[in-house]
């Protein structure tokens, strides 16, 4: 049998900008598979400009031409779903239904790797194909025609992975507020500081600008804010690009087509709604408000974020 032409999104977003919030909303699209966890498909050998900003798990992956098959699938950090499948009673996600085992997949990874060369772009489908072998109870239509992935802040490698897949391969940036998105990042056990932060989600909008004009086919940007209004509308809108139908499953996050009530744990974004996104900015002081505008007041005008702004400034 013919293998299913693999066409592959990644989804990206700073850290509490809705990338989980996105990734709980795609997931009960009828024509994807959708990731069950981060994907984190980086590697220790990530090195550039950009590699003491951002957590190395987090970026598209290199490997050494000299690595095997099996020790490329090593090399794969994907924290999250390791973490459950081998120790679950340590994983935040351990009250979820997961039958998957590691070598189960890897198994899948290698028969889909003999007699192919071993390219990034090769190895990272073998990866995502095999997940959705390996994982015994995943809900399938049958009508899948995209893998999804997500990894935080992966869009500034966005050109990368546009360039493995060509016309197959998609990135769609999640950005929001920067207010929003802090207040939500000072909830975290050791919160980044605002200039800490600030920098990093400046550079996600930096890059992601720069490569939404240069692929507008395949770098794609939406608006949290725009998003939790209307999911099934503006994510309907994003999957018919794709060349995908529209789905209702579009309008409430879920995991393995199971609804959620709340996105966390997969998320520190617990109920995404218009009125929780400008409560969350209105936690923070006006020191704090003050100090964030300064540093991202270009990209509020850029995004429009001028209205949002006034109401958690006031």
């Not at 090195?47 to 699938?73: G, N, Q, V």
């Not at 992935?149 to 990135?171: L, N, Q």
Request: glycine share 6%; with cysteine; proline share 6%.
């Amino acid at each position: 049998m013919a293998e299913t032409q693999y066409n592959f999104l990644m989804l990206s977003a700073m850290y509490e900008n809705g990338g989980n919030t996105t990734h709980r909303l795609l997931d009960g699209h009828p024509e994807m598979f959708v990731y069950p966890f981060e994907s984190q498909p980086g590697t220790k050998f990530v090195t550039d400009h950009l590699s003491s900003m951002y957590p190395l798990k987090y970026r598209w992956p290199i490997f050494p031409s000299s690595a095997t098959a099996e020790e490329m699938y090593r090399l794969i950090i994907d924290e999250e779903c390791r973490v459950r499948a081998n120790t679950p009673f340590v994983s935040k996600f351990r009250d979820a239904a997961f039958d998957f085992a590691d070598k189960d997949r890897m198994a899948a990874y290698l028969e889909f790797l003999k007699d192919k060369p071993l390219t990034r772009a090769n190895v990272m489908e073998a990866f995502y194909r095999a997940t959705f072998i390996a994982w015994k109870n995943v809900k399938k239509t049958g009508n899948e025609k995209f893998w999804v992935g997500y990894s935080p802040i992966i869009g500034v490698d966005g050109d990368k992975i546009i360039r493995d897949y060509g016309e197959r391969g998609h990135v769609l940036h999640v950005v929001r507020n920067p207010f929003s998105a802090y207040g939500d990042t000072k909830k975290r056990p050791a919160p980044l500081s605002i200039d800490h932060y600030m920098l990093g989600w400046v550079t996600c909008q930096y890059y992601a600008k720069i490569f939404a004009e240069k692929y507008p086919n395949n770098f794609h940007i939406v608006k949290y804010e725009d998003e939790i209004k209307n999911p099934k509308e503006v994510l309907g809108a994003l999957v018919q690009k794709l060349g995908l139908a529209p789905s209702d499953t579009l309008a409430e996050p879920s995991w393995n087509g199971e609804v959620l009530k709340q996105v966390f744990p997969w998320g520190t974004i617990r109920i995404p709604t218009e009125e929780s996104n400008v409560a969350t900015g209105r936690e923070l002081n006006k020191e704090e408000i003050a100090e964030i505008y300064a540093r991202t007041k270009e990209w509020i005008t850029h995004y429009g974020y001028e209205e949002v702004y006034q109401k958690i400034a006031a």
